[in-house]
T-cell receptor
Framework: DAKTTQPTSMDCAEGRAANLPCNHS???????VYWYRQIHSQGPQYIIHGLKNNETNEMASLIITEDRKSSTLILPHATLRDTAVYYCIVRALHYTGNQFYFGTGTSLTVIP | KAGVTQTPRYLIKTRGQQVTLSCSPI?????VSWYQQTPGQGLQFLFE???????NKGNFPGRFSGRQFSNSRSEMNVSTLELGDSALYLC?????????????FGPGTRLTVT
């Protein structure tokens, strides 16, 4: 799987959009981009995933650049409950297993 | 429907002992994966079971083992515990195998080895 690079930490004001970047410059054509988050001492929670088109669900939006070398997770109206570590993961379509390789992620703090 | 459940939630053991952790996946999910999370190493993949067979294994010593039952429930066992085994052990279940299936994580079992 391609390696991902994320900023170590970010702050966001409550009610504002949180934009979390992820670099995956070595991504190949059959690799998906996944985002999970982990609130302190809980299990990781699935947020969203995509291949090349932008995706949106009830939690967030995922914007993938045209060359697919980077992506941005957008939480449109951040709340205090969005404070968590956010993991960007790249996985190949041919993978038959379910193992995820989590990096260090971005620690997002939403400030009141 | 009910989420992934893990028991026990907290456990304290002594070096040299063994421990068994249990995971009940979401109903209908056939894949169960286990992860270890420590402050120093982050989240690391241990192994995955699908239809009672171990399908993938991470880079952990043989002291770490697991199994899956016909009802998809899974257990992991750690023998001859070491201080470094203190960690949050997370279980995740998925409907199937492959990157198109989301994984749902349980709350974890916090193991402390003294």
């Amino acid at each position: 799987d391609a390696k991902t690079t994320q900023p170590t930490s970010m702050d966001c004001a409550e009610g504002r959009a949180a934009n979390l970047p992820c670099n995956h410059s070595t991504i190949s054509g059959n690799e998906y981009v996944y985002w999970y988050r982990q609130i302190h001492s809980q299990g990781p929670q699935y947020i969203i995933h995509g291949l090349k088109n932008n995706e949106t669900n009830e939690m967030a939006s995922l914007i993938i650049t045209e060359d697919r070398k980077s992506s941005t997770l957008i939480l449109p109206h951040a709340t205090l409950r969005d404070t968590a570590v956010y993991y960007c993961i790249v996985r190949a379509l041919h993978y038959t297993g379910n193992q995820f390789y989590f990096g260090t992620g971005t620690s997002l703090t939403v400030i009141p | 429907k009910a989420g992934v459940t893990q028991t026990p939630r907290y456990l304290i053991k002594t070096r040299g002992q063994q421990v068994t952790l249990s995971c009940s996946p979401i109903s209908g999910h056939r894949s169960v994966s286990w992860y270890q999370q420590t402050p120093g190493q982050g989240l690391q993949f241990l192994f995955e079971y699908f239809s009672e067979t171990q399908r993938n294994k991470g880079n952990f010593p043989g002291r770490f083992s697991g199994r899956q039952f016909s009802n998809s429930r899974s257990e992991m066992n750690v023998s001859t515990l070491e201080l470094g085994d203190s960690a949050l052990y997370l279980c995740a279940s998925s409907l199937g195998q492959g990157p198109l299936y989301e994984q749902y994580f349980g709350p974890g079992t916090r193991l402390t080895v003294t």
